[in-house]
């Protein structure tokens, strides 16, 4: 039986959510309890977005499967009572069995968060600290330049195919609080902390929105390559969308039973 | 010349405010910063609320004296730039000579947050994290039985002089978030965490707002002397009231000028 579940993390102790080997990883967490619900064997874990290291989530979105097929319920507690204090497992539910979140994923939301204000203790794990006030509305123009089916080669690590379609990018002040959030079909690696990196150099006004926009049309790494903090970063919310040709004709294969 | 300076700290890594041999402390922090801008000499620091281990403060206000009567934002500057990342300083302002904040605080105000939900790694580092739906207008009416001027021996470690004038117990909900604003002239020690811990008795229904009531009456360490996690505390605000005679006092012999 497959499953499908949400997870929250605080990213600050993980050396991001892919497994490496001698790291701490949310999959390694993850993974680990699951081998202690399954008698020992491995669980292969799959994700939705595959964070970086010190980034958060509270609507990361992953999928394994239990061969026993326990009750969702029992699974959500059962995994949540081994996990250690910075991961969360949240509302799992079953799924067809050739689900894949990375697949099945028709956008992921990311909000980066700075507190444009004085030095703050209380703010520092989940914040980046910019003491210089932020010209917010020039940065929220910067940002709806990258909104469409672009090719974000500026503002992502390589890859064979840059082309992601950017939903939204709005920026949001309420006091010191600036949320910066950015929807997309997908994200290249890095791509959210080089485009919130960007948007900070317009709001300190070291650039203008036309530099942002000529950084995207040139198509290659050039906007000054630089990411904001991780500890700033996390994946609020992945929607799921209709089933692809893919999950569909592996889930009417292998599916041992009718459930959906 | 004496200053006064509003101290923002994260508590979780400190052994509380108070200097204690071989622990880190949030005064510790301070004065050792205070000593490095003072070519070493000791200088100390006095806090109007000594918040225990694990306690966060927002607006805690501490003062301290400077031989050289540097102009206050230079002071702030140089003090916040030595200061720890969990540890941040603001807003230094001259006072009279014997201003003392713990004297000269009118009252104080203490949040207890409480994340009423499923378990939540985002949350854990600033607030009790309490799965059963709470009954937050029942603990309301049992906290304003609380207000006003009593003997709060029931709700604080002991003391020969246990009155207290609370002026407000609020009990406020924002969808899984439950802040619990305590307002005093001052505290006993442990009083805000074994109010909050009361109040959550009443909240899980497990006692009623009645109980409370007889607990305060009682006078004796009654209330089954739990308190609640010191992570969800933080102190707030310390309103300055007038100088006391006290202060005023001191500040009419030992001020260098006349500067207030």
Redesign the interface.
Known sequence: MRYAARV???GTGFAGFQVQPGARTVQGELEAALATISGGSRVRVVAAGRTDAGV?A?GQVISFTDPKGRPAKELARAL?ALLP????I?EVRRVPAGFNPRYAARYREYRYTVWNG?????R???ALGVRDQLDTAAMERAGSALVGRHDFSAFGATHRQPVRTVHSVRVRRAGSLVTIDVAADAFLRGMVRRIVAGLLEVGHGRTNEEAVAEALASKRAAFNGATAPAKGL?LRRVVLGPMRARDTQVSTTARPNGER
């Open positions: 929250e993390y605080d958060h509270i949540d204090e910075d991961v969360a949240r004085p030095r703050s203790p209380l520092e794990r989940f996390c």
